[in-house]
């Protein structure tokens, strides 16, 4: 099992940044991507942007230039950069661990983009 804690949103103005971290630990070995979800009011929960265990990185299209994700493995943390934010990107967002076995989910963090 892999434990995920989620920190760094807060109340931003559209036009400004913030960035979330996602602090890994437990079965760090068997994952094969580390990725950010967001669940805004209402509605569901959608993939964001993921960091593979190679590197590799995928973004959704509404994201694309203004969402970084990175990692850093000696501290076995994973970021989002959000950058340029919209009141629409207003959700509570959510790491998620994919491993074989499945998803393990962190607690949430909420993000709110003020017009």
């Known amino acids: 099992q892999v434990q995920l804690v989620e920190s760094g949103g807060g109340l931003v103005q559209a036009g400004g940044s913030l960035r979330l971290s996602c602090a890994v630990s437990?079965?760090?070995?068997?994952?094969?991507?580390i990725q950010w979800y967001r669940q805004p009011p209402g509605k569901q929960r959608e993939l964001v942007a993921e960091?593979?265990?190679?590197?590799?990185?995928n973004y959704v299209d509404s994201v694309k230039g203004r969402f970084t994700i990175s990692r850093d493995n000696a501290k076995n943390t994973v970021y989002l950069q959000m950058s340029s934010l919209k009141p629409e990107d207003t959700a509570v967002y959510y790491c998620?661990?994919?491993?074989?076995?499945?998803?393990?989910w962190g607690q949430g963090t909420q993000v709110t983009v003020s017009s």
């Open positions: 960091i593979t265990s190679g590197g590799g990185t």
């Open positions: 437990g079965r760090i070995f068997s994952i094969n991507a």
């Open positions: 998620a661990a994919l491993r074989v076995a499945g998803w393990d």
